[in-house]
């Protein structure tokens, strides 16, 4: 079941979502919570603490939807903020998505389009919630895995199941964001931590929206994994939202000048996948790896902010679906030859 919070001080509002949403709540598919202003809602979210998402509004009195968007993403990460507001307020819809609100619809409501909003958040919070839960199992795995409970379970077997490895065909994109350096060199540690996970939320809520994975966190960088059908496709159309919505955010300007911009490349092909890392250390990360990895990432390198590169011969397959700017031909490192460059536009 879905708990969803509504904030609006109009009244009339709450009649008005259950009626929309009756065959939800009766089938017990949503249950729905109601608050006049932020101040009500806060309250209301420490008797319900398993509150999925919040549908907020930002003009209300005693407390506005900017400070209960603060305020509940300092108390839970988790939960996530849709904003819904006129028109007229694109300035605080502007800062509330700085502040971290995962979406925004605007006023009057359009319950079409709310509701595909309200399952992508549902989706993405589910999808959330099932990697900490993998990673928490995970990690209660390694306390145990050592030579008397491998012994115990099967020994031999298990420890060959954990290092069990094979090639795999897909796509990978690196995803770097340029410049930040300048924010870590200049910014207390929580402001860049902060901006930096926002900003990677970004980057991840457009790959699970692909069906990709995120391999891993490299610095400032994504490590993007993408297979199945249509994965070079996929991955290519997961990566001009990222670099579409990252030329929209404002500039963060507190005490230094920042604006965020990516630069990334992709490439397809065979990749081996197993678990990388340590046996002694039981320090393993499942991750690919292979000369299909290293060029994406050296394409990266080689990439200008908000561009994209890949290879001419992934260029080929998706040449109708995608607009392409021919760069030529480029050194890559540890290539015999240079390599034939495309651009992907839109």
Not at 25 to 46: H, P, T
Not at 115 to 132: A, D, F, M, R
Request: glycine residues 6%; hydrophobic residues 40%.
């Amino acid at each position: 079941m879905a708990k969803i919070l509504v904030v609006d001080d109009e009244e009339d509002l709450e009649m008005l979502f259950r009626q929309k949403y009756r065959q939800k709540i009766r089938s017990g598919e949503y249950e729905m919570y109601f608050a006049l202003n932020g101040q009500l809602a806060l309250d209301l979210l420490k008797e319900n603490p398993d509150v999925d998402m919040i549908l907020s509004d930002i003009n209300m009195p005693v407390m506005d939807g900017l400070t209960l968007l603060s305020n509940t993403k300092e108390q839970n990460p988790l939960l996530k903020t849709v904003i819904i507001s006129a028109y007229g307020d694109m300035e605080n819809i502007r800062k509330a998505m700085n502040l971290g609100a995962f979406d925004f619809v605007t006023k009057p409501v359009d319950f079409q389009d709310l509701e595909i909003t309200v399952e992508k958040t549902l989706h993405y919070i589910n999808q959330i919630k099932s990697n900490i839960k993998a990673i928490r199992e995970n990690n209660i795995l390694r306390m145990y895995v050592d030579e008397t409970v491998l012994s115990f379970m099967g020994g031999k077997e298990i420890e060959a199941a954990l290092m069990e490895n094979e090639t795999i065909v897909g796509t990978v994109a690196f995803i770097d964001l340029c410049g930040f350096t300048r924010i870590s060199e200049n910014e207390d540690p929580n402001t860049v931590v902060g901006l930096l996970n926002e900003y990677f939320d970004l980057m991840v809520r457009e790959i699970i929206d692909e069906k990709g994975s995120v391999d891993k966190f490299i610095g400032d960088a994504v490590m993007a994994v993408f297979q199945g059908p249509n994965h070079l496709q996929r991955a290519i159309t997961s990566c001009i939202a990222i670099r579409d919505k990252m030329e929209v955010i404002p500039e963060y300007s507190v005490t230094t000048h920042f604006k965020p911009q990516v630069s990334i490349g992709i490439n397809s092909g065979e990749m081996v996948s197993g678990n990388i890392g340590s046996k002694s250390l039981k320090r393993l990360d499942y991750t690919v790896i292979g000369d299909t990895v290293n060029v994406a990432a050296r394409l990266q390198s080689k990439a200008n902010p908000g561009q994209i590169l890949i290879m001419d011969h992934c260029q080929a397959q998706v040449q109708d679906t995608f607009k392409f700017n021919r760069i030529g031909e480029m050194p890559l490192k540890n290539k015999a030859n240079p390599v034939t460059v495309f651009e992907v536009l839109s």
